[in-house]
């Protein structure tokens, strides 16, 4: 079985930053892709950035410029620095990867909610 576990989330004011975390656990022989969904109220989830085992990354255009991921393969962790927050970013925010452990498959985070206040 394997556990994301994602944090970092809280309320900031508009032009503000965040640094969002998430530590996959348990038996991973590999970590294909992983990165961050969100989801506001009313919406549907859509994808934020993504990073895979070959470093490519992918972000939502609205974020590009504002927004960073990266990993850190020997702590099984991937990071998303969110900078020049927009009230319009405020959302849960889920961490997503795609797992080889005895199999593949996909897990989710439990979502970390963001908060930008104007």
Do not use: H
């Amino acid at each position: 079985q394997v556990q994301l576990e994602d944090s970092g989330g809280g309320l900031v004011q508009a032009g503000g930053s965040l640094r969002l975390s998430c530590a996959a656990s348990g038996s991973i022989f590999s970590i294909n892709a992983i990165g961050w969904y969100r989801q506001a109220p009313g919406k549907q989830r859509e994808l934020v950035a993504a990073i895979t085992s070959g470093s490519r990354t992918n972000y939502a255009d609205s974020v590009k410029g504002r927004f960073t991921i990266s990993r850190d393969n020997a702590k099984n962790t991937v990071y998303l620095q969110m900078n020049s927050l927009k009230p319009e970013d405020t959302a849960v925010y889920y961490c997503n990867a795609d797992v080889t452990s005895y199999n593949r498959k996909i897990y989710w985070g439990q979502g970390t909610q963001v908060t930008v206040s104007s």
